[in-house]
């Protein structure tokens, strides 16, 4: 499928030339609807039903858009990611950012959290994992941990039962964390998880290490665990 780039002012609708596209998501519900991020930063609404064109364009982004992901509860709600160091929030019915979160650093990947609608994670090219909730704090996240110091966070996943995150590098590593009570509220214990009543915190059947990282006031506990693949 050809994507046909044009201006606003322009009425021809004959291809004018190729997006380099980088990223896509279909949507949650709409097996027909689909989003596609180009290197060019901007972002395209398709439908399988018209190949030959797009529905729609969001230009927000100022360089390459690397992630585009739609919320799992709300149906016109995504997410992206872009190498202008931001995340951007959108409402597909307008063509402008609903929210826009600098990072300070190129973000590779962005995602959502499976258990809430106002949870999601971001890796940065410095190895830094950033989680927000924007029912908690609109302004900045409620966790930054360092992860790789010489390697770049390139992608990230929410497991979809248990409270664990895990993060690509681009030296081929994988690291497993283990969010801490504070930043999984309703989350919904799977039954392979072991929940301790006197420390009152959720522990996995995982042999992991444990990091402290500090964040403003709020102590977070991350477990980690890093397993390098062979090369």
């Known amino acids: 499928m ?67 992901r739609w919320n799992t509860f709300h149906s016109n709600i995504f997410i992206s990611s872009s190498a202008d160091w931001t995340v951007k929030l959108w409402d597909h019915n307008s063509k402008t950012p609903v929210m826009s979160f600098d990072l300070a650093q190129q973000v590779g990947d962005v995602a959502w959290a499976p258990y809430s609608s106002t949870v999601f994670a971001a890796v940065t090219s ?5 989680v927000y909730d924007l029912n908690v704090n609109r302004n900045g996240p409620l966790c930054l941990q360092k992860v790789v110091t010489k390697a770049k966070c390139t992608h990230l996943a929410f497991n979809g039962n248990s409270p664990v995150l895990i993060v690509g590098d681009d030296r081929g590593g994988v690291t497993s964390l283990k969010l801490s009570p504070n ?34 006031r709020n102590k977070v506990r991350l477990k980690i665990r890093r397993w390098m693949m062979i090369r």
Do not use: W
């Open 183 to 216: 930043l999984r509220v309703g989350l919904k214990l799977s039954p392979n998880l072991r929940v301790s009543s006197r420390r009152k915190s959720v522990s996995l059947n995982l042999r992991v290490s444990l990091i402290h990282g500090i964040y403003g």
């Open 2 to 68: 050809a994507l046909k780039l044009h201006s606003g002012d322009e009425e021809d609708t004959g291809l004018t030339g190729l997006a380099g596209g980088l990223c896509f998501d279909f949507h949650k519900t709409n097996e027909d609807l689909f989003l596609i991020g180009t290197e060019e930063g901007r972002i395209h609404k398709c439908s399988k039903s018209y190949s030959g064109e797009y529905l729609d364009t969001y230009e927000g982004h100022s360089m390459a858009v690397y992630t585009v």
């Open 126 to 130: 410095d190895g830094m994992v950033h």
